[in-house]
């Protein structure tokens, strides 16, 4: 079974609404940019890769229907630019902004509006199958670096938050090296937490490993240290929301108490992500702004409420790993690269920000 989160054929997009899984299987139209941005801002569709291919998508549907009409350079630059305002960690919708309207700029200069709208509309329907098959090269390279580290025949694997299909237009992040090794016949299990407040590890992971089959158990985030010291655990793979020049990274809130458990007990820790997930324009993860979510998401669980009425409550979305901790490396699509090659190995690949 391949999980489907982002349907899509020429001006009609639906996405999986992630709020209803695991329990129910719904897809929601998605028929213009404000569409996309209530469907990014609600979490219906979460995951780097997949806020920034659902925005730009929209943008596509719209500009099939004809919205913008004779200037649609102006009207895709106010677009991308409340698509990005959506959700301000991750920086792929951002990038992925800078680099369409670099390109319909460009093709303003040379094009009448309609070959323009035909032309952003392709550039945007690659972003699909790009991603994809950087996925599966981050499985790969990810997998096999893993690996190359031990003499076993198989693998057990700690992962955090959602990063497969679901998070993706497809296969996954670290959920793709876990696919990876998976398809090799080298997976003994993955043990992926719950990852509170949203839950996407007992939502979401555990749903893409029980449907396609993957050994994998389910513990909160509060068994991880306790998993490392008695399960045998080889490496944490995680995935990203930005990583920038120093190789410090945004992810998921807890993927940094990860780390520090991960050096504890000598775990080897991996982030991987495309390298539209890097963000060379800063030196240093204290530069990254991180989204602060309702209370909401703490205090109550499918709006039945489970804490003492009146608290007050701090919902940071993600945190911060420290490069020092990742101490396997970064797996991106050009390779597997310690945090302090990360720069020199994409200076010259990706476009400023
Ligand atoms: C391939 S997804 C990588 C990250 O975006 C993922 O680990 C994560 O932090 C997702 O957070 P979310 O808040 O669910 O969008």
């Not at 329990?23 to 940019?33: C, F, K, L, W």
């Not at 919205?67 to 102006?74: H, I, S």
């Amino acid at each position: 079974m391949t999980l489907e989160a982002i349907r899509y054929r020429a001006g009609s997009l639906q996405v999986l609404n992630q709020l209803l899984l695991p329990h129910q299987t719904a897809y929601d139209e998605i028929r213009s940019v404000q569409d996309a941005y209530e469907a990014i801002k609600s979490m219906k569709v979460r995951g780097a890769p997949a806020i920034a291919i659902v925005g730009c998508l929209s943008l596509a549907v719209e500009l099939r229907a004809g919205t913008g009409g004779d200037d649609p350079v102006t009207f895709i630059r106010e677009s991308l630019c409340h698509l990005t305002s959506a959700r301000p960690t991750a920086v792929n919708m951002g990038r992925a902004a800078r680099e369409l309207m670099e390109y319909a700029e460009n093709e303003s200069m040379e094009k009448n509006s309609e070959q323009l709208r035909e032309s952003v509309i392709a550039w945007i329907e690659n972003m699909l199958a790009r991603d994809v098959n950087d996925n599966k090269k981050i499985g790969n390279y990810g997998a096999q670096h893993i690996l190359s580290g031990v003499p076993r025949d198989s693998v057990t694997i700690l992962t955090h938050c959602n990063t497969g299909s679901l998070a993706t237009a497809g296969y996954g992040t670290a959920l793709g090296v876990v696919r990876s090794l998976h398809a090799l016949g080298r997976l003994k299990r993955v043990y992926c937490t719950e990852t509170r407040p949203y839950n996407q590890g007992s939502r979401l992971t555990a749903y893409e490993a029980v449907a396609e089959g993957i050994p994998a158990t389910l513990i909160t985030d509060s068994m991880a240290a306790l998993t490392m010291r008695e399960m045998d655990i080889t490496a944490v793979v995680v995935g990203a929301d930005r990583v920038v020049a120093n190789g410090d990274t945004a992810n998921k809130v807890g993927t940094y108490q990860l780390a520090i458990a991960a050096k504890h007990h000598g775990i080897p820790f991996y982030v991987a992500a495309p390298s539209t997930s890097c963000d060379l324009s800063l030196e240093s993860g204290r530069d990254i702004v991180i989204e602060v979510r309702p209370p909401e998401e703490l205090t109550s669980i499918n709006g039945v409420p489970i804490a003492a009425p009146g608290i007050e409550v701090w919902n940071p979305a993600f945190d911060v790993t420290p490069h020092q901790l990742i101490t396997g490396g970064i797996i991106t699509e050009l390779g597997v690269f310690l945090p302090s090659e990360l720069q020199a190995a994409l200076t010259g690949r990706l476009t400023a920000l």
